[in-house]
């Protein structure tokens, strides 16, 4: 059970009455519950576009958008594989007083997972709006959802990094 009885000379860098190992299992708890999010949304849209394959309608789509597909399908796997990695890494390293490094490579393959998975969601896009519309305003609608993508899931958070967290 924490210390609750700590004066002000016991508080961290980060300005809280923890531990590394308190701070460490925060931080673990918070990236768990990050990762449950994306992994639930990366695994649903693999899951989708594995099936597409499937469908009588991928015989007759030009070379170009099969290209994007497998694309896809790769970007999405690579995205679930990175987004399930911080799990087993936790599995693989619990009990073996690893947890701050073991929270710093999660949060590493959690980052590149998010990457995957906008790359994912983009090329799914492009592909969809191919097929559904064969409209030369495609490529820029995905651009403009792209950057929305961007701008919700990196510039804003960086931004907020950096705006409100000391030198």
Not at 44 to 49: A, E, Q, R, S
Not at 106 to 120: D, E
């Given at each position: 059970?924490?210390?609750?009885?700590?004066?002000?000379?016991?508080?961290?860098e980060w300005g809280r009455h923890e531990t590394d190992e308190e701070r460490a299992d925060r931080k673990w708890g918070d990236l768990i519950q990050e990762v449950r999010v994306a992994q639930t949304g990366v695994q649903?849209?693999?899951?989708?576009?594995l099936t597409v394959v499937f469908q009588q309608k991928y015989d007759s789509l030009e070379q170009t958008d099969k290209t994007i597909y497998i694309v896809t399908v790769v970007l999405g796997a690579a995205a679930t594989g990175?987004?399930?990695?911080?799990?087993?890494?936790h599995r693989l390293v619990s009990g073996q007083r690893v947890k701050t490094e073991?929270?710093?490579?999660?949060?590493?393959?959690?980052?590149?997972?998010?990457?995957?998975?906008?790359?994912?969601?983009?090329?799914?896009?492009?592909l969809i709006l191919r097929v559904a519309t064969h409209n030369a305003a495609v490529p820029w609608i995905v651009t403009g959802v792209v950057a929305w993508y961007v701008l919700c899931w990196f510039v804003v958070p960086w931004w907020t990094r950096h705006r409100h967290t000391a030198d």
């Open positions: 059970m924490p210390d609750t009885n700590r004066d002000a000379d016991d508080v961290n649903i849209l693999f899951g989708f576009l990175a987004l399930i990695g911080p799990v087993s890494l073991a929270v710093t490579w999660a949060s590493r393959l959690t980052f590149v997972g998010l990457v995957l998975l906008l790359a994912t969601m983009t090329s799914s896009l492009l």
